[in-house]
């Protein structure tokens, strides 16, 4: 079956401070790949997304390249802030596009 | 609404009792999702609609977990005869269509405590 492993948390870190959360993922075929953020106190948002290899999903200074080689979707962002502090969820999506399957969560914390 | 909006947003209650959850989706999205979150656990997928049949209810827990829906509308999960283990914070969340790209819009959940 499909699953997605992400790295535990908390992730502490300084403003300015590079960030890397990493996922991979198992799956048959070819799935879509998410990165979802809770923000304290909200609902899941979409973060960015990807729908084939190689493809390089970008939104609000977040990156994320599908490797299907190394079966990864690593969440990078080059300076955080401390309005990244969240809750940071990998997911993917199968062929039939019915269901989500999501990583554990990390939590982000941003130190001014 | 704007969003996907369910109540109540914390729900307490004794073991044993039955709960309803509710889901109002987003005007004219026709697919609804459940998903389960246990403290410090990933989502855990429970049921899916389209329109207001239910294909796919493979993610549900045990018989005492049930769902459905009015049409393309609002969505009742409910929970009879509730365990401590059902603690959760319940997601619901609905997109235009079921397909790989379409985008999820997420409520905020209820939070669900069984004492």
């Known amino acids: 079956g499909n699953s997605v492993t992400q790295m535990e948390g908390p992730v502490t870190l300084s403003e300015e401070a590079f960030l890397t959360i990493n996922c991979t993922y198992t799956?048959?075929?070819?799935?879509?790949l998410f990165w979802y953020v809770q923000y304290p106190g909200e609902g899941l948002q979409l973060l960015l997304k990807?729908?084939?290899?190689?493809d390089k999903g970008s939104n609000k200074g977040f990156e994320a390249t599908y490797r299907k080689e190394t079966t990864s979707f690593h969440l990078e962002k080059g300076s955080v802030q401390v309005s990244d502090s969240a809750v940071y969820f990998c997911?993917?999506?199968?062929?039939?596009?019915?269901?989500?399957?999501f990583g554990g969560g990390t939590r982000l914390m941003v130190k001014p | 609404g704007a969003g996907v909006s369910q109540s109540p947003s914390n729900k307490v209650t004794e073991k044993g009792k039955d709960v309803e959850l509710r889901c109002d989706p987003i005007s004219g999205h026709t697919a609804l999702y459940w998903y389960r979150q246990r403290l410090g656990q990933g989502l855990e997928f429970l049921i899916y609609f389209q329109g207001n049949s239910a294909p796919d209810k493979s993610g549900l827990p045990s018989d005492r977990f049930s769902a459905e829906r009015t049409g393309e509308s609002v969505s009742t999960l409910t929970i009879q005869r509730t365990q401590q283990e059902d603690s959760a914070v319940y997601l619901c969340?609905?997109?235009?269509?079921?397909?790989?790209?379409?985008?999820?819009?997420f409520g905020s959940g209820t939070q669900l405590s069984v004492l």
């Open positions: 799956a048959t075929g070819y799935p879509s």
């Open positions: 997911a993917l999506r199968n062929n039939a596009g019915n269901m989500l399957t």
């Open positions: 969340a609905s997109s235009k269509r079921q397909g790989t790209d379409e985008k999820l819009f």
């Open positions: 990807a729908t084939k290899a190689d």
